[in-house]
């Protein structure tokens, strides 16, 4: 079935680039999504990436989607202590376009 | 505007309690959901509302019941609780998959429920 994978945690320091990694195994994903979870807070949807396309960039932030390894990330320049939050990836089926798939998150801890 | 707005913020009830959740948007958008998300956990698909119409049910028990009286709210109504259901429920909007767009879903901040 479909699955979404994702390291669980990640520590770097204020003013390093953070990278969080996503693998998929829907080969028929059309858009694939990045979002953020503060403490206590909602989603915040960060940036997609349509799947015919390889990278996009946002300020600082990168997304790279290798689809014939079914890899995506996440390049956060200058990472800030704000940038401490759960990432998750999650991805579109073009089966069942209502419902994402969601990867289990990546915690990032920014430390000074 | 992509805000989508959740009242209220924070609920505690018995399980004998009915209560309400609602989440309301403007952006125009013909796709609401409802998801459960445990702490630091994935978000829960509960139930999709296509045109007001409910779309998709995830086998959610009866105590849960929903309801999408027009195209910018949506409620949950809640009945009989237990406190495994004790979670973060998060209202999500969207385009309605169809128009050919994106359709990324916006989420709420949520309503912090706790069933004693």
């Known amino acids: 079935g479909e699955d979404v994978e994702q390291s669980l945690f990640l520590s770097v320091r204020e003013g390093d680039s953070s990278v969080i990694n996503c693998t998929y195994t829907?080969?028929?994903?059309?858009?694939l999504y990045w979002y953020k979870q503060e403490p206590g807070a909602g989603l915040q949807l960060l940036t997609y990436?349509?799947?015919n396309m390889d990278m996009k960039q946002d300020q600082r932030l990168t997304v790279l989607l290798n689809k014939k390894d079914k890899h995506l990330s996440l390049r956060i320049a200058d990472t800030q202590t704000g940038d401490s939050a759960i990432y998750f990836c999650?991805?579109?089926?073009?089966?069942?376009?209502?419902?994402?798939?969601w990867g289990l998150g990546t915690s990032l801890a920014v430390n000074p | 505007d992509t805000e989508v707005t959740q009242t209220p913020k924070h609920l505690v009830m018995g399980m004998t309690n009915k209560k309400s959740l609602k989440c309301e948007q403007h952006?125009?958008?013909?796709?609401m959901y409802w998801y459960k998300q445990k702490a630091k956990k994935p978000p829960e698909l509960m139930f999709v509302?296509?045109?007001?119409?409910?779309?998709i049910n995830e086998s959610v028990p009866s105590r849960f019941s929903p309801e999408c009286p027009n195209s910018s709210l949506l409620n949950l109504h809640l009945h009989a609780l237990q406190p495994e259901d004790s979670a973060l429920y998060l209202c999500?909007?969207?385009?309605?998959?169809?128009?050919?767009?994106?359709?990324?879903?916006?989420f709420g901040p949520g309503t912090r429920l706790t069933v004693t």
């Open positions: 999500a909007s969207s385009q309605d998959p169809g128009t050919g767009a994106s359709y990324e879903q916006y």
């Open positions: 509302y296509s045109y007001e119409k409910l779309s």
């Open positions: 999650a991805e579109r089926s073009a089966g069942n376009n209502r419902k994402l798939i």
């Open positions: 952006m125009g958008h013909r796709a």
């Open positions: 990436i349509f799947s």
């Open positions: 829907d080969s028929s994903s059309t858009y």
